[in-house]
């Protein structure tokens, strides 16, 4: 058995489950109603309840957990927080989408995102559990463990790659992209030059192609860019008339036939296809992007489901116990302030068997009254000498209720 809040890492312990029946008989199956309106977190909580064992050393593993738990409310608040980001992560996450068609520039850039949210969500829930006042074996055993998990994910160095590669989004304004074309000046392969932060300016298409086409010296013998670029903005106010041309023409748009004879630029015009792709041509070159960039976003892909598994696979499986703890102080924290008293229970480490209380009462009985200092509270004790009690009464005199509470003192006991 790995890492557990419920006993302690290494031991070998033997459980013995209740009957629902039973639960149902000491009125526990209440208190499962009244901790929780989760019903995954209610499953949990009547599990571990339920599952009995006469282990001293898991009775107060777990009793000094709690104890911090209920002592430090703040701790609970975090890491309730923690657990919840983890969950949206977990539900939201795009670290296992399998298809790299799918996946561009913005995945790229979303998935650094997430893992920096995996990394400051661990860094987070380590820093709230190194608070001093944290004194159970428990708490600094999961401390050390995140502290662990985290120095072999290589998470500190991995951050500052993050901060290093990470571009947002929003930054991106416009990209260069090279196109080589064959001997009829057809498109024959396109390939992504830069990714810019700022966009291209508008100037004079007709200049800016004449000037290069008629100057032998503009043609360069290399593709490699030299940052001298012309770009013609087309703002719709502009393009208005030619569309309305266009339009009129039954859908027949412009295309060159031959690039320059004589020094004139001749076109015709042809039918534009019902299913012609030029309307799509943003998402065209978005696919194309998406193509040269799928070994990247693979290799990126896998690197960081691999960390990210640390915070989702190993942490949140501890998500659970860790809400038993809180769920549990939350339900007595408000019995507490109710008026009810409560204190922790002290195992017995030696081999005689037996129990002592002092001023017990019925839990159900106490979150369905008002008045808690009108409960009258009972002793009891099971040792070698009184094994059997027999309890006699009047009806309605309370024999139900301390017979109940006697079963709830017993199971809850060794739980917290």
Not at 46 to 62: C, F, G, H
Not at 342 to 354: G, H, L, N, R, V
Not at 384 to 394: D, N, S
Request: aromatic share 8%.
């Amino acid at each position: 058995m790995g890492f557990s809040l419920l006993q302690p890492f290494g031991t070998v312990t033997e459980y013995k489950k209740l009957p629902d029946y039973v639960m149902h008989d000491i009125g526990l199956d209440a208190f499962f109603q009244e901790i929780s309106s989760d019903t995954k977190e209610r499953r949990f909580i009547t599990n571990v309840l339920s599952q009995i064992t006469d282990n001293a050393d898991v009775a107060e593993y777990r009793r000094k957990i709690f104890a911090d738990i209920i002592r430090l409310p703040q701790l609970r608040n975090t890491m309730i927080q923690l657990f919840d980001k983890i969950q949206f992560m977990k539900d939201f996450s795009t670290m296992h989408k399998t298809s790299d068609e799918e996946l561009g520039l913005w995945h790229l850039f979303h998935r650094l995102d997430e893992l920096d949210s995996y990394i400051r969500t661990i860094e987070t829930m380590r820093e709230c559990l190194s608070d001093e006042r944290i004194q159970s074996e428990g708490l600094i055993s999961l401390r050390n463990y995140i502290t662990e998990l985290y120095e072999d994910a290589c998470f500190a160095e991995m951050k500052k790659d993050i901060a290093s590669l990470k571009i947002k989004a929003s930054d991106v304004q416009s990209v260069t992209l090279g196109i080589n074309v064959n001997e009829r000046f057809e498109a024959v392969s396109i390939g992504l030059v830069s990714v810019n932060r700022k966009p291209f300016k508008k100037s004079g298409i007709v200049s800016n192609f004449a000037d290069v086409i008629s100057s032998k010296d503009k043609i360069r013998d290399t593709a490699d860019w030299d940052g001298d670029m012309h770009y013609q903005l087309i703002e719709k106010e502009n393009n208005a008339s030619a569309g309305k041309f266009i339009e009129k023409l039954g859908g027949f748009s412009a295309v060159r036939n031959t690039p320059f004879v004589d020094g004139h630029i001749r076109s015709t015009l042809v039918k534009t296809p019902d299913d012609d792709s030029t309307g799509n041509s943003t998402l065209y070159l978005d696919t194309i992007m998406n193509k040269m960039l799928s070994s990247l976003v693979k290799k990126l892909r896998d690197t960081l489901t691999k960390y990210a598994n640390v915070a989702i696979v190993n942490v949140s499986g501890l998500v659970p116990e860790f809400i038993y703890y809180i769920r549990c102080a939350e339900f007595i924290s408000g019995l507490m302030e109710k008026g009810c008293i409560f204190c922790e229970a002290q195992p017995k480490t030696d081999s005689e068997t037996s129990m002592s209380a002092r001023g017990f009462y019925n839990l159900k009985l106490a979150m369905n009254m008002d008045n808690v200092s009108e409960i009258v509270r009972n002793d009891i004790t099971f040792d070698k000498k009184h094994t059997v009690y027999i309890l006699t009464g009047a009806n309605r005199g309370g024999k139900t209720t301390i017979t109940q509470a006697v079963g709830q003192l017993l199971v809850v006991q060794q739980k917290s």
